[in-house]
Protein backbone atom coordinates (compact mmCIF):
# COMPACT_ATOMS: atom_id res chain seq x y z
CA UNK A 1 0.00 0.00 0.00
CA UNK A 2 1.03 3.48 -0.95
CA UNK A 3 1.83 5.93 1.56
CA UNK A 4 1.59 9.33 1.57
CA UNK A 5 4.70 11.36 0.02
CA UNK A 6 6.50 8.94 -1.20
CA UNK A 7 6.83 9.49 -5.04
CA UNK A 8 6.49 6.13 -7.05
CA UNK A 9 7.06 5.14 -11.06
CA UNK A 10 2.61 5.28 -10.88
CA UNK A 11 2.80 9.10 -10.22
CA UNK A 12 5.26 9.80 -13.41
CA UNK A 13 2.51 9.00 -16.20
CA UNK A 14 -0.06 11.69 -14.09
CA UNK A 15 2.84 14.64 -13.19
CA UNK A 16 4.95 14.09 -16.33
CA UNK A 17 7.84 14.60 -14.63
CA UNK A 18 10.14 12.24 -13.51
CA UNK A 19 12.53 14.64 -11.29
CA UNK A 20 13.08 14.25 -7.50
CA UNK A 21 9.90 15.54 -6.03
CA UNK A 22 9.99 18.17 -2.53
CA UNK A 23 7.57 15.93 0.07
CA UNK A 24 5.12 18.97 -0.78
CA UNK A 25 5.07 17.92 -4.45
CA UNK A 26 5.13 14.52 -3.64
CA UNK A 27 1.89 15.05 -1.49
CA UNK A 28 0.46 16.72 -3.81
CA UNK A 29 1.08 13.80 -6.85
CA UNK A 30 -0.30 10.97 -3.94
CA UNK A 31 -3.67 12.64 -4.09
CA UNK A 32 -3.28 13.23 -8.10
CA UNK A 33 -2.90 9.33 -8.31
CA UNK A 34 -4.99 8.38 -5.43
CA UNK A 35 -7.79 10.84 -7.02
CA UNK A 36 -7.64 8.73 -10.46
CA UNK A 37 -8.24 5.78 -8.55
CA UNK A 38 -11.57 6.95 -8.63
CA UNK A 39 -12.06 7.89 -11.94
CA UNK A 40 -10.84 9.28 -15.31
CA UNK A 41 -8.47 12.57 -14.66
CA UNK A 42 -9.04 14.96 -18.18
CA UNK A 43 -5.97 17.62 -18.81
CA UNK A 44 -8.28 20.96 -19.01
CA UNK A 45 -5.79 23.21 -19.84
CA UNK A 46 -2.16 23.74 -18.34
CA UNK A 47 -2.30 22.75 -14.57
CA UNK A 48 -5.33 22.06 -14.52
CA UNK A 49 -7.34 18.70 -14.49
CA UNK A 50 -10.17 17.03 -13.30
CA UNK A 51 -12.17 14.52 -12.73
CA UNK A 52 -14.28 13.55 -16.49
CA UNK A 53 -15.80 9.75 -15.36
CA UNK A 54 -16.20 8.99 -12.22
CA UNK A 55 -16.09 5.43 -11.45
CA UNK A 56 -19.12 4.37 -9.58
CA UNK A 57 -18.38 3.16 -6.09
CA UNK A 58 -17.94 -0.01 -4.96
CA UNK A 59 -19.31 -1.63 -1.42
CA UNK A 60 -15.49 -2.58 -1.16
CA UNK A 61 -14.41 1.24 -0.64
CA UNK A 62 -17.04 1.69 2.65
CA UNK A 63 -16.03 -1.20 4.56
CA UNK A 64 -12.76 -0.50 6.99
CA UNK A 65 -9.96 -2.98 7.33
CA UNK A 66 -10.56 -5.65 9.94
CA UNK A 67 -8.62 -4.02 13.60
CA UNK A 68 -5.40 -6.26 14.22
CA UNK A 69 -4.92 -4.84 18.02
CA UNK A 70 -3.61 -7.62 19.94
CA UNK A 71 -4.69 -6.15 22.83
CA UNK A 72 -7.83 -4.21 24.08
CA UNK A 73 -8.28 -0.35 23.81
CA UNK A 74 -7.41 1.52 27.00
CA UNK A 75 -9.42 2.24 29.82
CA UNK A 76 -10.07 5.35 31.68
CA UNK A 77 -12.27 6.46 34.38
CA UNK A 78 -14.54 9.57 33.87
CA UNK A 79 -16.95 11.86 35.85
CA UNK A 80 -20.73 11.93 34.25
CA UNK A 81 -23.32 14.16 34.78
CA UNK A 82 -26.23 13.23 33.67
CA UNK A 83 -29.93 14.13 33.26
CA UNK A 84 -32.33 12.36 35.51
CA UNK A 85 -35.49 11.87 33.17
CA UNK A 86 -38.92 11.11 34.37
CA UNK A 87 -38.95 7.49 32.65
CA UNK A 88 -43.14 7.34 33.78
CA UNK A 89 -44.03 10.52 32.37
CA UNK A 90 -42.79 9.39 29.42
CA UNK A 91 -44.32 6.11 29.32
CA UNK A 92 -47.69 7.35 30.20
CA UNK A 93 -47.13 9.45 27.30
CA UNK A 94 -46.27 6.65 24.99
CA UNK A 95 -49.21 4.62 26.45
CA UNK A 96 -51.51 7.60 25.53
CA UNK A 97 -50.06 7.08 22.44
CA UNK A 98 -50.70 3.85 22.07
CA UNK A 99 -46.89 3.45 21.03
CA UNK A 100 -47.78 5.42 17.61
CA UNK A 101 -45.41 8.35 16.16
CA UNK A 102 -47.28 11.42 16.92
CA UNK A 103 -46.06 12.65 13.19
CA UNK A 104 -47.09 8.92 10.85
CA UNK A 105 -48.84 7.26 13.50
CA UNK A 106 -45.74 3.98 12.58
CA UNK A 107 -45.74 1.42 15.26
CA UNK A 108 -42.42 -0.85 16.00
CA UNK A 109 -43.19 -4.02 17.06
CA UNK A 110 -40.07 -5.67 17.34
CA UNK A 111 -42.05 -8.86 18.97
CA UNK A 112 -45.81 -10.04 19.75
CA UNK A 113 -47.25 -7.34 22.16
CA UNK A 114 -44.15 -5.32 22.94
CA UNK A 115 -43.97 -2.13 20.88
CA UNK A 116 -40.72 0.55 20.60
CA UNK A 117 -41.49 4.17 20.35
CA UNK A 118 -39.32 6.92 21.78
CA UNK A 119 -40.22 10.23 23.47
CA UNK A 120 -38.47 13.81 21.99
CA UNK A 121 -37.99 16.59 24.06
CA UNK A 122 -38.94 19.40 22.06
CA UNK A 123 -36.80 21.86 24.14
CA UNK A 124 -34.00 19.52 24.85
CA UNK A 125 -32.93 19.14 28.74
CA UNK A 126 -29.50 19.15 28.43
CA UNK A 127 -26.50 20.91 26.41
CA UNK A 128 -27.46 24.56 27.39
CA UNK A 129 -30.91 23.91 26.30
CA UNK A 130 -32.77 23.42 30.22
CA UNK A 131 -35.86 21.98 28.91
CA UNK A 132 -38.33 20.33 31.33
CA UNK A 133 -39.07 16.95 31.85
CA UNK A 134 -42.51 17.30 31.41
CA UNK A 135 -45.44 16.10 28.99
CA UNK A 136 -45.87 19.17 27.68
CA UNK A 137 -42.29 19.32 26.54
CA UNK A 138 -42.74 15.74 25.25
CA UNK A 139 -43.70 13.90 21.66
CA UNK A 140 -43.92 10.52 20.63
CA UNK A 141 -42.37 9.70 18.20
CA UNK A 142 -40.54 6.62 15.49
CA UNK A 143 -36.94 7.03 15.51
CA UNK A 144 -37.45 8.41 12.19
CA UNK A 145 -39.06 10.99 13.17
CA UNK A 146 -37.09 11.68 16.37
CA UNK A 147 -34.08 11.88 14.28
CA UNK A 148 -35.49 14.56 12.35
CA UNK A 149 -36.44 16.46 15.45
CA UNK A 150 -33.22 16.35 16.98
CA UNK A 151 -31.57 17.57 13.49
CA UNK A 152 -33.59 20.65 13.66
CA UNK A 153 -35.74 19.66 10.43
CA UNK A 154 -39.47 20.27 11.33
CA UNK A 155 -40.78 23.45 12.15
CA UNK A 156 -43.89 23.94 14.32
CA UNK A 157 -46.84 25.66 12.13
CA UNK A 158 -48.93 25.60 14.94
CA UNK A 159 -49.08 23.05 17.86
CA UNK A 160 -51.28 20.71 15.98
CA UNK A 161 -48.76 21.06 12.56
CA UNK A 162 -45.50 20.27 11.40
CA UNK A 163 -43.55 21.80 7.98
CA UNK A 164 -40.55 19.70 6.93
CA UNK A 165 -39.33 20.19 3.40
CA UNK A 166 -42.76 22.57 1.98
CA UNK A 167 -44.99 20.05 2.89
CA UNK A 168 -47.07 20.00 5.85
CA UNK A 169 -47.79 17.40 8.34
CA UNK A 170 -50.83 17.07 10.88
CA UNK A 171 -49.67 16.06 14.41
CA UNK A 172 -51.84 13.94 16.10
CA UNK A 173 -52.26 15.76 19.73
CA UNK A 174 -53.58 13.91 23.00
CA UNK A 175 -51.76 16.20 25.12
CA UNK A 176 -50.80 19.83 25.02
CA UNK A 177 -46.78 21.23 24.06
CA UNK A 178 -46.57 24.41 26.11
CA UNK A 179 -46.51 27.52 23.65
CA UNK A 180 -43.15 28.80 24.25
CA UNK A 181 -41.41 25.12 23.86
CA UNK A 182 -42.42 25.06 20.35
CA UNK A 183 -41.38 29.08 19.91
CA UNK A 184 -38.10 27.75 21.35
CA UNK A 185 -38.22 24.79 19.18
CA UNK A 186 -38.67 27.10 16.02
CA UNK A 187 -35.98 29.84 17.05
CA UNK A 188 -33.57 27.69 18.54
CA UNK A 189 -33.67 24.23 17.24
CA UNK A 190 -35.09 24.34 13.92
CA UNK A 191 -31.93 25.00 10.93
CA UNK A 192 -33.82 26.53 7.91
CA UNK A 193 -33.29 25.10 4.65
CA UNK A 194 -32.91 26.91 1.15
CA UNK A 195 -35.83 24.31 -0.06
CA UNK A 196 -39.26 26.04 -0.58
Known sequence: MRRRGLWTSEDEPLSGSTDPKSRGLAN?????????????????RHGVWQLAAPKPLS???????????????????????????????????????????QVCGFRLEPSPGTFYIEVHHVRPLGG????????????????????????????FLSPDDIEMAGT???????????????????????????RP
Open 59 to 101: AKEFVSAPSDLAEPPPRFESRVSRVIRDTRAAQELKSLYEFRC
Open 128 to 155: GHDGLDTSNNMLVLCPNHHAMFDFGIPR
Open 28 to 44: IDFRFTDLSRRGTIVKV
Open 168 to 194: RYPLTTKHHLAPDVITYHNNVIHKPTD
